[in-house]
């Protein structure tokens, strides 16, 4: 098709403001998808998507559309995910479009990755669209949230379109501003091929499947490629476009979306923001990729079953052929053997790799306490990243420890103001701005440790302001802080699984607290577990889970008590010989216990 009636954008909002249902009816109107195979959120195709209600990977699908000015146009949407453990998924996206929809609630109005999604769009120059969405509830406050857009982005209330993506009202106009606003593609047909990789999937039959946008020149299939980063060279099995299925074409032309079924085989060859161009006559540079994704939380992933350790490995490569974002390498623990230390961008990015492990690949896994990447200063200078408590060097050596903090931005009605600045400042938070976007709505300004905001900051947030706050968050900056490693050891042993690094001032309230939760989840064994938090060799907390009784005279009617003593005697010698030689096996709860302390 001419690239000047091509037309690819994307689809950006908070979580929840009704991206995929809007996705939805743009299928529908355009007759991509005929009424008898259409379901609700059908870009969401893995199973995790559906049953949370979230999009987590973009996804792409080519509408044909014959627009009022009677021409037909090619429209490319990439739906992209809405929360803030996938914004990386969002910048890739956008690398692949000339425009993007900014959907909001016409109840909720501007939330706070409403805005941090609008950042990476105007970051990557593209043409945004507003749109109001949901005006079909009786609660909707459609004009005053199209003001709040007018006051963010200008223009006037009439160019804000008001629409109900689950009712099908007014989505004509969407696909029209679509036509008429978003730029076409400008890349050149007669240039050598230059194709951008914005995405991948792994298909066993044709290898890596790579998300292609076709910039410059065009792919055609059994041509010879090249991935310029890489230097590894690939004959295309197919070529085509999304339909949402995979429909082959046998060529993509410049500015147009699809994919290439390499038949690579790993990760490592096709990388995603890496440049494909033609093997006979690349072209002379890349594409500007991406900043590859930081991992932010890390937590070690052990299977239930050692036998399942290689297994494990093969499903993390197959998960990381998707999703650029996961890190993974491999370490040992005495409590639970083998496994992997992995990196995500979030917790939430963490427990849907959990689930997909658990599901896709049918694994029984234990996941340890998530924790921060921690930078320290050496007593002879070198700085050493650790991500592990286990993996701390000697305190002796240690001149600081330096912990990530982040910028949080907290959107809240006014009247929860209170609740959120006492949630903050008990999680160390410094208190910045605050600022009134009208006279009920706030964004509250803070900085805090990561540490304190990864396991339960969201879900208390959302409690304190009966679910109206919204959060946002980028990485601020490494900062020494007064930390310790906190051990907790089981009958006398360390278990490294458990360690945790903490600020000196919540150690004792940590360590009590977890002791107390560990007590609760250890079953009892035939000899008394002593269980104790330590700070180096000094314990500051300690609980002994009681030892079972065998009733040893039940068989004793009367008779001398000589004879009762002695079994006693014998039971007493043969718990102390046990306790010398006991294990004690550590349930996955005690774990989760490590998750659940309460952290304010």
């Known amino acids: 098709m001419d690239p000047a009636r091509i037309r690819n954008f994307c689809i950006i909002a908070h979580i929840d403001h009704g991206k995929s249902t809007l996705a939805d009816r743009l299928l529908e109107v355009t007759g991509t998808i005929p009424e008898r195979e259409m379901t609700a959120q059908v870009l969401d195709t893995m199973d995790l998507e559906r049953e949370k209600g979230v999009t987590i990977k973009a996804s792409a699908v080519r509408m044909v559309y014959q627009a009022a000015d009677g021409e037909t146009y090619e429209l490319n949407l990439i739906d992209t995910p809405g929360h803030v453990d996938f914004s990386y998924e969002v910048s890739r996206a956008l690398a692949a479009c000339e425009g993007a929809l900014l959907v909001v609630d016409a109840f909720q109005g501007i939330e706070a990755q409403t805005l941090a999604n609008l950042y990476l769009a105007l970051e990557a120059g593209l043409e945004i669209i507003p749109v109001v969405n949901k005006i079909d509830l009786s609660s909707a406050r459609p004009d005053e949230v199209a003001m709040e857009l007018v006051d963010l982005l200008g223009g006037a209330p009439e160019e804000m379109l008001q629409v109900s993506a689950k009712e099908g009202i007014n989505i004509q106009a969407v696909l029209e501003a679509v036509v008429r606003q978003v730029p076409p593609p400008s890349g050149r ?82 990388r995603v923001g890496d440049t494909l161009t033609d093997a006979d006559t690349p072209a002379p540079e890349p594409l500007p990729g991406y900043r590859p994704a930081k991992p932010m939380v890390f937590a070690g992933i052990y299977p239930t079953e050692a036998e399942d350790y290689n297994g494990l490995r093969d499903a993390l490569e197959k998960l990381r052929l998707n999703d650029a974002a996961l890190v993974f390498e491999p370490e040992t623990s005495q409590a639970l053997q083998f496994g992997f230390r992995c990196g995500f961008l979030g917790l939430f990015h963490m427990e849907i790799i959990q689930e997909r492990l658990e599901r896709e690949y049918g694994l029984d896994l234990i996941a340890t306490a998530p924790s921060v990447a921690y930078q320290i200063v050496t007593t002879q200078g070198e700085t050493l990243e650790v991500s592990s408590p286990a993996d701390l060097p000697d305190p002796a050596t240690i001149q600081e420890i330096r912990e990530p903090w982040m910028q949080i931005q907290i959107f809240t009605p006014a009247e929860y103001i209170g609740p959120i600045m006492e949630l903050m400042t008990r999680r160390r938070a410094e208190v910045g701005t605050t600022e009134y976007l009208d006279a009920r709505r706030v964004v509250l300004h803070y900085r805090m440790p990561l540490a304190e905001m990864i396991v339960d900051l969201h879900d208390r947030l959302k409690s304190a302001t009966r679910g109206y706050a919204s959060l946002d968050y980028t990485f601020d900056g490494y900062r020494p802080g007064d930390l310790v490693k906190l051990d907790i050891l089981v009958n006398k042993e360390p278990v490294d699984a458990l360690a945790l690094i903490v600020h000196r001032d919540q150690a004792y309230e940590k360590g009590s607290a977890l002791v107390r939760k560990m007590k609760e989840v250890i079953p009892r064994q035939m000899f008394p577990v002593p269980i104790q938090a330590a700070i180096g060799g000094r314990i500051i907390a300690r609980a002994t889970v009681k030892a079972l009784r065998k009733d040893v005279l039940a068989k004793c009617y009367g008779g001398d008590v000589t004879r009762k003593r002695k079994l006693l005697e014998r039971q007493k010698a043969g718990k102390k010989r046990m306790k010398q030689f006991g294990r004690v096996t550590i349930p996955q709860e005690a774990f989760l216990a490590v998750l659940r302390l309460e952290g304010g």
Request: hydrophobic share 35%; net charge negative; proline share 9%.
């Open 189 to 270: 047909p007669d240039r050598p091929l230059r194709a951008l990789i914005f995405d991948s999937h792994y298909d066993p039959y044709k290898g890596v499947v790579a998300y292609v946008r076709v910039v410059d020149g065009a792919v055609r299939k059994g041509e010879p490629l090249v991935l310029m980063s890489t230097g590894v060279g690939t004959e295309p099995i197919e070529v085509g476009v999304f339909t949402p299925g995979m429909h082959p074409t046998g060529r993509l032309g410049t500015g147009e979306v699809g994919y290439v079924a390499t038949g690579l085989k790993t990760v490592q060859e096709c």
